[in-house]
């Protein structure tokens, strides 16, 4: 393991404890305290690659979490992980509960573009310029979202909104 690299993991771990040590002492409900210690266990997990065990600490964390703004969270990062596996249709599903929970998640939308773009691009490259425009349609409905959401945060998002001209003059005030 290059050295840069062992550093930056014992700084994970280093924050990871003192996060737990924190979360401990604080003044919350035991069962938040848990579906926290649960998230971070598989946000680490995922750091490291280790998906199987993150997803399985994200569906802990979502059995205790009540707060909604965190639930979606949680759903984006296993959204992530489901995406990165190549499940897109798993990914999207769960970026659409992600929303749901929590609707102010530009990079869901993003993520959702991404897969909807990619298919465009496929379905074009097979000859079927119908069924790539309704996939490059679905891409600008959800970036144009996204792009409101966190202005100036996807410049690369707004320029190909613009250069196809999908994306509508309001989104980049």
């Known amino acids: 393991?290059?050295?840069?690299?062992?550093?930056?993991?014992?700084?994970?771990?280093?924050?990871?404890?003192?996060?737990?040590?924190?979360?401990?002492?604080?003044?919350?409900?035991?069962?938040?305290?848990?579906?926290?210690?649960?998230?971070?266990?598989?946000?680490?997990?995922?750091?490291?690659?280790?998906?199987?065990?993150?997803?399985?600490?994200?569906?802990?964390?979502?059995?205790?979490?009540?707060?909604?703004?965190?639930?979606?969270?949680?759903?984006?990062?296993?959204?992530?992980?489901?995406?990165?596996?190549?499940?897109?249709?798993?990914?999207?599903?769960?970026?659409k509960k992600a929303l749901g929970q929590n609707p102010k998640q530009p990079s869901c939308l993003k993520n959702m573009g991404l897969i909807y773009e990619k298919r465009g691009r496929i379905a074009q490259r097979n000859g079927n310029q119908d069924e790539g425009d309704i996939w490059f349609d679905q891409a600008a409905e959800v970036w144009s979202k996204a792009v409101r959401l966190y202005p100036g945060g996807y410049l690369d998002i707004e320029n190909w909104l613009k250069t196809t001209g999908r994306g509508n003059v309001d989104v980049y005030l």
Do not use: C, H, W
């Open 1 to 95: 393991m290059p050295r840069s690299q062992n550093k930056d993991n014992f700084l994970d771990k280093a924050f990871t404890k003192m996060a737990e040590g924190i979360v401990k002492v604080m003044p919350i409900a035991s069962k938040e305290k848990e579906a926290y210690l649960y998230y971070r266990k598989g946000l680490a997990a995922q750091n490291d690659g280790d998906y199987s065990e993150a997803l399985e600490y994200y569906e802990e964390s979502l059995k205790l979490e009540d707060n909604q703004v965190d639930r979606g969270e949680t759903l984006k990062n296993m959204a992530i992980i489901y995406m990165s596996n190549g499940d897109e249709e798993r990914a999207l599903n769960t970026y």
